[in-house]
C-alpha cells in the first residue's frame, strides 16, 4: 500500500509528526518496533516552548493535573548550590502517560499503524520511496525518520561520525517529599541525575553516567550508586528518602552526541535521531516537538504544491541548522563541565556570584514558545 509520509518511529517526534501531518489531511503510515503504552528513560521535563504545540496535537492533556516547574537548582559533590527562578519553566509528565496520550489521538486523527515491526531498510527511488520491513514493504512519497538515539534504519550519515564518549541512563519512578516547583540537576563524577515531578504525584529520577564508571564496579547498578552517585549529598539524600516504584531501573546503554544531520539521502530526520542534546539541558522533548511542527508546515506546502522537493529539503535543513545546531553544541560542554567535579563545583560558586551567568547559559539551550 502506498501512503503519502511515512514515519519509521512512533516516539514522541514521529507521533507528534504524524496527528499534525493528518490533521492537515495528509494520509500517514507510522512504523513502529515496540508497542503502547510503555516506559522510557527520559527526564520527563518539558519545556514551556513546546507547551501551546503539545495541547494543539493532543488536546486530551487538559484533563491531567501535572506539575509545572518555575525554579531550577544545581548541586554537585561540594557544599554550595544554586537556585534560581527560570524564564519560561516546563511541566512534567511521564512518557508512559505522554506516549499513549499521542497514539491515541493519532488513531482518532486516522493516522495507520503498524506496531512491533522493525523497518529494516529505506531504498529511495526516482519518485517514491520504499521501506522493507519483516512484515512486508510500503511505499510512500516522503519518509520521515523519527527512531529516537538509536535506530536500526542506517544512513551513510551514520558512518564515519567520530564515536566519542558513551554514557548510559537510569530512569526510576518514586514517591518523594519534595518542592514540586524545583527541577534539580545533582552532578556526581562521570555523570548528572535529574529530579522533577511527573503525574500523579510521582517524581522521576533519570541520571546518566559515563559508561566508564560503572564498569569500573563491575557493572553493578547498587555499587555505582553506593559509591558514586553518593559522592553528591544532596542526591544522596533523595535516594535515601525515595519510595521506589520500580524493582529495577530501566537503563538504556550507548547514548551517545554524535553530530548528525537532518536530511540524509532525501530522507528527513527529527527528534534525538536528527541530533541529540545533551539531557543535562532539559531540552530534548521540545526541540522533538519543535521539529514536528516545522517539518509538519513543510510538507504541507510540498504536498499542496507550493514548494519543490529540493525547497522542501533546503528549508527544513536550514531551520534545523539554524534553530538547533548551537544548542547542541553548548549542550556538550554543559555535558563535559557536569561530569568534573572541580569544574561543577567551580560552576555553581559562578552562578550564585553572577546569577545573569547561569540565565544566559539555560538561554543558549532552550529556544521560544511556539
Not at 559533590?77 to 499521542?102: A, M, V
Not at 529530579?195 to 553493578?220: F, H, M, P
Not at 525547497?311 to 536550514?318: K, Q, R, T, V
Request: glycine share 8%.
Amino acid at each position: 500500500m502506498r501512503y503519502q509520509v511515512c514515519i519509521v518511529g512512533g516516539g514522541l517526534a514521529g507521533l507528534a509528526l504524524a496527528i499534525d501531518l493528518q490533521k492537515r489531511g495528509i494520509q500517514v503510515l507510522v512504523i513502529e518496533k515496540g508497542n503502547y503504552p510503555r516506559h522510557k528513560v527520559c527526564g520527563e521535563y518539558i519545556s514551556m516552548e513546546s507547551f501551546n504545540y503539545l495541547h494543539e496535537i493532543c488536546p486530551n492533556l487538559i484533563d491531567w493535573r501535572l506539575p509545572h516547574m518555575s525554579q531550577f537548582k544545581l548541586t554537585s559533590t561540594g557544599i554550595l548550590e544554586f537556585k534560581t527562578t527560570l524564564d519560561l519553566g516546563g511541566f512534567g509528565i511521564s512518557r508512559h502517560l505522554l506516549e499513549e496520550l499521542l497514539f491515541n489521538e493519532a488513531k482518532k486523527q486516522g493516522v495507520q499503524f503498524m506496531l512491533l515491526t522493525k523497518a529494516l531498510a529505506v531504498i529511495v527511488n526516482d519518485h517514491d520511496y520504499q521501506v522493507n520491513t519483516a512484515s512486508g514493504n510500503f511505499l510512500a512519497d516522503i519518509v520521515c525518520i523519527a527512531t529516537g538515539r538509536k535506530s536500526n534504519v542506517k544512513s551513510k550519515a551514520d558512518k564515519g561520525l567520530q564515536q566519542g564518549t558513551n554514557y548510559i541512563g537510569f530512569k526510576y519512578h518514586v514517591k518523594l517529599k519534595r518542592d514540586t516547583n524545583f527541577i534539580e540537576i545533582h552532578n556526581f563524577p562521570g555523570g548528572y541525575c535529574g529530579v522533577s515531578g511527573i503525574e500523579d504525584d510521582k517524581t522521576c529520577i533519570c541520571y546518566i553516567v559515563n559508561a566508564q564508571k560503572l564498569k569500573r564496579v563491575n557493572n553493578s547498578i547498587t555499587e555505582l550508586e553506593k559509591t558514586v552517585l553518593n559522592q553528591n549529598k544532596h542526591l544522596k539524600k533523595i535516594f535515601n528518602a525515595a519510595q521506589f516504584l520500580f524493582k529495577e531501573p530501566l537503563s538504556i546503554s550507548g547514548i551517545n552526541f554524535n553530530i548528525k544531520r537532518p536530511v540524509e539521502d532525501d530522507t528527513f530526520y527529527l527528534g534525538d535521531a536528527a541530533g541529540c542534546i545533551a539531557p543535562v539541558t532539559g531540552n530534548g522533548m521540545s526541540m522533538a516537538l519543535r521539529s514536528a511542527s516545522v517539518l509538519a508546515k513543510q510538507l504541507d506546502s510540498y504536498f499542496h504544491k507550493n514548494i519543490s522537493k529540493a525547497e522542501l529539503i533546503e528549508n527544513y535543513a536550514a531551520f534545523w541548522d539554524h534553530e538547533f545546531a548551537t544548542r547542541v553544541k553548548h549542550s556538550r560542554y554543559f555535558q563535559k563541565l557536569s561530569e568534573y567535579p572541580v569544574f561543577s563545583n567551580v560552576s555553581i560558586g559562578l552562578f550564585k556570584t553572577f546569577p545573569g551567568l547561569a540565565a544566559r547559559a539555560i538561554g543558549q539551550t532552550h529556544g521560544q514558545p511556539f
